[in-house]
C-alpha cells in the first residue's frame, strides 16, 4: 500500500517568496502531523490536526506558516515571505488514531532551501 | 520543560558487534511513550521500538531491544548482532499522554563498518 507521500522533495525559493509544502497521508489516516528539521538536528513540532481540526499549532514558529488540512486528507503546509531560517527539510506523519501509542507513519520530507 | 538529550553524537562499531545508544528525558508527567527512530540516509524517518512509560518490562523487537530506568529517566536502545543496514541516524523521541507533540532528541549518527 502506498505510504505518506510529500511533493515536492526539493523546493528552493528566493527570500521573500511564498511556498507551498503538500502531504498526502495514508489513506483513512485521522491523526496528520508536520515537523521541521534542520541540519543536523531533530524534528521540531510544527502542527497537529485531527481530521480537518487543527488541534495543536503551538510549534509554528511565526505567523508567517500556515497549514490547512480542508478534507481531512491532503494536508498543505504554506510559508509566507520566506526567510533564510526557514531553510529545513518539512517532514509529515500520520497516524490511523489519535492516541500516543499510535505509530506516526513519515514521508520522505520536503527539502527547503531559501537563497 | 520536557526535554530529549542523546549525549552520543556519532558512534562507530564493526559489523556483528552489539552496541548501546543512549537518551534521557525530563518530564514530570506520569502518562507517556518513548519511541526510537531510525533515519537512513534516503532520510524517511520508521520506528524502531516503542515503550510505555507504565509498562516494567522492557520492550524488545528482534534485534533491538530497549533498557527503560523509569526513575532515572533513561531510555537507551541496544542493537544486536549489527547489520550493514543498521547505518542511520536514531532518534529517541517522547510523548506525553497530555499533548500530541513528539519531542526529539538531537540524534546519534550510528555507523557500522564491515
Known amino acids: 500500500g502506498a505510504g505518506v507521500s510529500q511533493s515536492p522533495r526539493y523546493k528552493v525559493a528566493k527570500r521573500g517568496q511564498d511556498v507551498a509544502l503538500r502531504c498526502d497521508p495514508i489513506s483513512g489516516h485521522v491523526s496528520l502531523f508536520w515537523y521541521q528539521q534542520a541540519l543536523g538536528q531533530g524534528p521540531e513540532f510544527l502542527t497537529y490536526f485531527q481530521n480537518e481540526a487543527q488541534l495543536d499549532k503551538s510549534g509554528l514558529p511565526s505567523d508567517r506558516f500556515f497549514a490547512e488540512r480542508p478534507e481531512g486528507s491532503v494536508s498543505t503546509l504554506k510559508i509566507q515571505r520566506t526567510q533564510q531560517e526557514d531553510s529545513a527539510v518539512y517532514l509529515c506523519a500520520s497516524s490511523p488514531g489519535q492516541g500516543p501509542s499510535y505509530e506516526q507513519y513519515f514521508g520522505p520530507g520536503t527539502r527547503l532551501t531559501v537563497t | 520543560a520536557q526535554t530529549v538529550t542523546q549525549s552520543q553524537p556519532e558512534m562507530s562499531v564493526q559489523e556483528a558487534e552489539t552496541v548501546t545508544l543512549s537518551c534521557t528525558y525530563d518530564t514530570s508527567e506520569n502518562n507517556y511513550y518513548l519511541f526510537w527512530y531510525k533515519q537512513p540516509p534516503s532520510r524517511q524517518m520508521i520506528l524502531v521500538i516503542r515503550?510505555?512509560?507504565?509498562k516494567q518490562q522492557n520492550a524488545t523487537e528482534n534485534r533491538f531491544s530497549v533498557n527503560f530506568q523509569k526513575a532515572a529517566k533513561s531510555f537507551s536502545l541496544k542493537i544486536s548482532d549489527s547489520q550493514l543496514g543498521d547505518t542511520a541516524m536514531y532518534f529517541c523521541?517522547?510523548?506525553?499522554?497530555?499533548?500530541?507533540?513528539?519531542?526529539w532528541g538531537a540524534g546519534t549518527k550510528l555507523i557500522i563498518k564491515p
Open positions: 523521541a517522547f510523548r506525553p499522554d497530555s499533548n500530541y507533540q513528539l519531542i
Open positions: 515503550q510505555e512509560a507504565y
